[in-house]
C-alpha cells in the first residue's frame, strides 16, 4: 500500500460536511505521518463533478471520510466502482441500506434484530397525524428516514410537538420515521472487518444524543469500557455485530444501540463511515483496545476494496502494473482487494 497515491475524500454536500472535513484533515495527517502517499481530494462546495475531481487526483486508493448523504450511501461508493478505485467501508448495497433508517430496519426486522417500533411520516400524513399516530404513545422520536448526525432530531411528547418534529425532518427528507422513545442507557460498539473493537456508553447531559450533545465540549460524558455487567456488555457486542450483518456491511462501522433497565436491548443504526476525528468515538474504542488512531486509520485503509466485480474498463493505473510484477505470488487470490499485507496492529482481543 505504501507507494500507492491515497485519496482521503472529504466535504461532500450533506449536512454533516463540516465533520467530515474534521475527519478527512485528522485522517490524512494521521496516515501521512505513516508515511503514505496522501491526496487531501476536498468534494463539492467548489461546483465541480465528484468524478472529475476524483479522476484528476490521480489515486490509486480512496480512503472515505465522507458522512451523510451523496458519500455514506452507496452514491460516491457506485463512482469508485465506475473508476475501479478500491475505497474504505461498505459496498453500495450495505451503505445505501445502512444510511435508509427504514430499509435497515427492515432489515433487522427480517434478521430478528431488535429495534425500536417505528412507522413512517410524509408530508400528506400531517393532516391525519392524530389518526396515525393513534395509540402509539409519548414520547416520541422523530428524525429524517436518511440523515446522521442527529440532524432534525426531536423528541416529541404531545400531538403538537410531533407535528413540528416531522416537519423539521420533512425539511431534510421526503419521508421522517416516527419511533417510539426508549428509556434507557446507550451503548456505542465499534466494529472492524466483522470484529469487535469494543464499546462506550455515551451520556448525554441532556438525555437526549442530539446534534448539540454530540458536537459541543462537555455536553456528554464518554464512559469507556461501559459500567456494566461483563455479560451483558458481550450481549450488547453481539447484537451490534449481528446488526452488521444484516446490512453486510464491513470495514469500520459504529453500531448505536439503547440498553434498557430491563432485560431489553435495541439496535438503532449502523454508520458506515462513522466519525473518525481523532477524538471521535470509533477512535476512543480503539484506543481502549490498544489500537492507537493512526494505525486504526491505516487498518482501516487496508481493507480498501472493491465489491461489485465490474469488468475492467480502463487501462490499469501505473502502481497496479507495478504492483503485479512485485508482489508475491501468495497475495493474487485476493484480486480485488488492496495488496499490501495487513501491519499487525496492536489491537486487544475482542
Ligand atoms: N427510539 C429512540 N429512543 C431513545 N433515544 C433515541 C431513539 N432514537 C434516537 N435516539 C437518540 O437520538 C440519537 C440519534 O439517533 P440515531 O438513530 O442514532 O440517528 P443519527 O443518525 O442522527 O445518529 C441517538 O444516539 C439517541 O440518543
Ligand atoms: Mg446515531
Known amino acids: 500500500m505504501k507507494g500507492k497515491r491515497v485519496g482521503v475524500l472529504m466535504g461532500g454536500h450533506s449536512a454533516e460536511r463540516e465533520v467530515s472535513l474534521r475527519t478527512g484533515e485528522g485522517v490524512a495527517e494521521a496516515l501521512t505521518s505513516l508515511g503514505y502517499d496522501v491526496a487531501k481530494v476536498v468534494l463539492g462546495g467548489n461546483g465541480r463533478g465528484y468524478d472529475e475531481q476524483i479522476r484528476e487526483a490521480n489515486i490509486d486508493v480512496a480512503f472515505l471520510a465522507l458522512h451523510g448523504r451523496g458519500g455514506e450511501d452507496g452514491c460516491v461508493q457506485g463512482l469508485l466502482e465506475l473508476l475501479g478505485i478500491p475505497y474504505t467501508g461498505s459496498s453500495v448495497l450495505s451503505s445505501a441500506l445502512a444510511m435508509d433508517k427504514l430499509k435497515a430496519k427492515e432489515m433487522f426486522r427480517l434478521h430478528n434484530v431488535p429495534t425500536p417500533p417505528y412507522y413512517v411520516a410524509e408530508r400528506e400524513h400531517l393532516d391525519e397525524l392524530a389518526e396515525l399516530h393513534n395509540c402509539f404513545g409519548f414520547p416520541a422520536i422523530v428524525k429524517p428516514r436518511g440523515e446522521g448526525s442527529s440532524v432534525g432530531l426531536t423528541k416529541a411528547t404531545d400531538l403538537a410537538e410531533l407535528r413540528s418534529g416531522i416537519e423539521l425532518a420533512l425539511e431534510h427528507d421526503t419521508s ?169 496492529a496492536r489491537r486487544a482481543a475482542g
Open 176 to 344: 421522517a420515521l416516527v419511533e417510539r422513545f426508549i428509556h434507557a442507557r446507550e451503548i456505542h460498539v465499534g466494529i472492524l472487518d466483522g470484529r469487535v473493537l469494543g464499546a462506550i456508553e455515551v451520556v448525554p447531559k441532556s438525555g437526549l444524543y442530539d446534534y448539540r450533545a454530540k458536537y459541543t465540549p462537555g455536553q456528554t460524558e464518554y464512559i469507556c469500557p461501559p459500567e456494566m455487567a461483563a455479560t451483558r456488555v458481550r450481549g450488547v457486542m453481539n447484537l451490534a455485530e449481528r446488526a452488521v450483518r444484516a446490512l453486510g456491511c464491513s470495514g469500520a462501522c459504529r453500531v448505536d444501540l439503547l440498553v434498557t433497565e430491563g432485560e431489553n436491548e435495541y439496535v438503532l443504526e449502523v454508520n458506515t463511515l462513522p466519525g473518525m476525528t481523532p477524538t471521535s468515538l470509533l477512535p476512543k474504542i480503539a484506543a481502549s483496545a490498544g489500537l492507537d488512531y493512526a494505525t486504526l486509520c491505516e487498518n482501516i485503509l487496508q481493507g480498501a476494496r472493491l465489491h461489485a466485480n465490474l469488468p475492467k474498463s480502463r487501462e490499469p493505473r501505473r502502481s497496479e502494473v507495478n504492483l503485479k510484477t512485485s508482489r508475491p505470488a501468495s497475495l493474487g487470490a485476493a484480486k480485488d482487494r488492496v495488496t499490501a499485507p495487513r501491519v499487525r
